[in-house]
């Protein structure tokens, strides 16, 4: 016997979450769970794996795949746990689907380096070229996982449970301690040396982790839709973004006539432009894209300085407008809610984080996968580091120095959308003064614009 624990954790039924305290008994062979009400009691036989991946989704089923792949640690014994039933799969001949990433140049690279970009480059993906260099490109997200579940599912250390919902997480109070443990919602029970919390904004593991956790609700909503452009859209290939009062709304390339809708906007509008007729939404987006706002003349000036200091002359600067949109897919509209939220620490003894378990940020930058796939990178190289010099995979001491990459990473990138996000949310003065410079600055000024997006395209 290990000992007991009183754990709570959140327990979604028919919508409604409810809190759930557990108590966990385990032992090395079976493992008990009581809910705080004494209503039901399980006992599974525990199984061993060296790493359990709670959540597959994009990052955790992508992290199972460049765990297999890398050599250094293809003798690992891998679990894959996803609360859903088995994906799908994708059909590329299907009509297009309205969740999509910009994604960028560092995440095609890891893609490559685990053989799943061949797959998705076959199938369908849009590169855009709003910078000469860059291969960025939008790939529908059922696409991404699609490419990297197919290399999971022929790796020969990886196992992979489906509606396998994890409910309550025992982690190792220190380094002597050897094992972490969980279990799921149907009473099964593993154990393992590393567990990794890929699961999602609102991880189990991660509260059991007992970090600190910094969160904002942003009050706004992500409205998404496949939209239909007219002819003007010529080869549709660059992603539009436009900062207005209560949110940016972007274009991201599909086909030469579909690009992909990301509009943030408060809860209430969103509501409502979710449920407008098909016309009167389509009508409401050009609006939104070709309104204009009243120039601010300090804002003007502030401009003009700085086309000078970049050598532009900032009047002869044309405006450019963004393809018409003439329709929306049916049925294509969808919202999903926008916050912040980045943990302390990504690490314990025996846990680990990625992903949106540890970071979320709002997506006008197109980051928040990216910085889940590069965890998965970091991630990797420090456990292949870790075992070939002889540490135990879950050993803190390691394992920091996984979280020190990430933090050098995605701290400076999530204070930057977020002070973004802040600038144009803000209605108060003087920060509406400096939101129409940035406004003027993001639209007209092409330097600007470049650096910034350069940063988020991870060049
Ligand atoms: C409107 C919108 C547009 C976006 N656009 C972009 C973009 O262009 N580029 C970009 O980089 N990012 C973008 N993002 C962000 C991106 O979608 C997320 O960062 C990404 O999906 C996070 O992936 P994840 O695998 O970490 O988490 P999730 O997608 O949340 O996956 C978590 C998985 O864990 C499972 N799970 C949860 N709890 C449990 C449990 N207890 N037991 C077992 N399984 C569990 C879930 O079922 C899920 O499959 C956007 C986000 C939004 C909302």
């Known amino acids: 016997m290990l000992g007991v624990l009183r754990i709570q954790g959140a327990l979604a039924t028919a919508g409604h979450a409810r809190l759930l305290s557990a108590r966990l008994l385990a032992s090395k062979s079976t493992t008990d769970m009581t809910t705080n009400r004494g209503e039901s009691t399980q006992s599974a036989a525990t199984e061993h794996f060296d790493i359990i991946i709670g959540g597959g989704g994009l990052v955790g089923t992508t992290l199972a795949a460049a765990l297999a792949k890398n050599s250094t640690l293809a003798d690992k014994k891998v679990l894959l746990l996803e609360g859903a039933p088995e994906f799908r799969g994708f059909n590329p001949t299907g009509p297009y689907q309205n969740r999509v990433s910009a994604i960028n140049h560092n995440s095609i690279e890891l893609f490559k380096s685990i053989d799943a970009w061949t797959h998705i480059e076959s199938a369908r993906y849009k590169p855009h ?67 990794i919390g890929a699961d999602g904004a609102n991880s189990v593991v991660r509260k059991e982790m007992n970090v600190d956790v910094f969160s904002l609700n942003y009050d706004r909503m992500g409205l998404v ?42 809860n209430e509008q969103a509501k409502m432009l979710q449920a407008l007729p098909p016309t009167e939404f389509v009508d409401a987006l050009n609006e939104a894209f070709c309104r204009q706002y009243p120039r601010v003349e300090l804002a003007d000036k502030a401009v003009q300085a700085l086309n000078s200091l970049f050598g532009h002359n900032g009047s002869q600067h044309q405006v450019q407008y963004p393809p018409r949109v003439c329709g929306v897919l049916d049925k294509s509209r969808a919202t999903f809610p926008l916050g912040f939220l980045h943990a302390s620490s990504y690490v314990c003894n025996g846990a680990a984080l990625v992903g949106d378990a540890a970071h979320r940020v709002h997506p006008l930058a197109g980051q928040g996968v990216n910085l889940g796939f590069s965890d998965v990178r970091f991630l990797v190289e420090s456990l292949a580091a870790g075992a070939y010099a002889g540490f135990k995979l879950g050993d803190k001491q390691h394992l920091i120095k996984y979280e020190r990459k990430c933090l050098a990473k995605n701290v400076p990138i999530m204070l930057g959308v977020h002070g973004l996000h802040t600038l144009y949310a803000t209605q108060f003065s003087p920060v509406v003064l400096l939101r129409s410079l940035g406004l003027q600055l993001t639209q007209n000024l092409p330097p600007v614009k470049n650096l910034f997006m350069r940063g988020a395209m991870g060049q």
């Open 129 to 195: 070229d709003n910078f000469a260099s860059d291969v960025a490109c939008i790939i529908e997200n059922d696409l991404i996982l699609d490419a990297v579940y197919a290399r999971v599912k022929e790796a020969p250390n990886v196992e992979i449970l489906n509606k396998a919902r994890i409910q309550c997480v025992r982690l190792p109070r220190d380094s002597n301690s050897n094992l972490s443990e969980l279990q799921l919602q149907d009473g099964r029970s593993f154990s393992c040396d590393l567990l």
């Open 225 to 266: 839709a496949t939209l239909e452009l007219g002819e003007d859209a010529c080869d549709n290939s660059v992603a539009w973004q436009r900062f207005l009062p209560n949110g940016p709304v972007a274009l991201l390339p599909l086909t030469d006539r579909l690009s992909s809708l990301v509009w943030s906007t408060t």
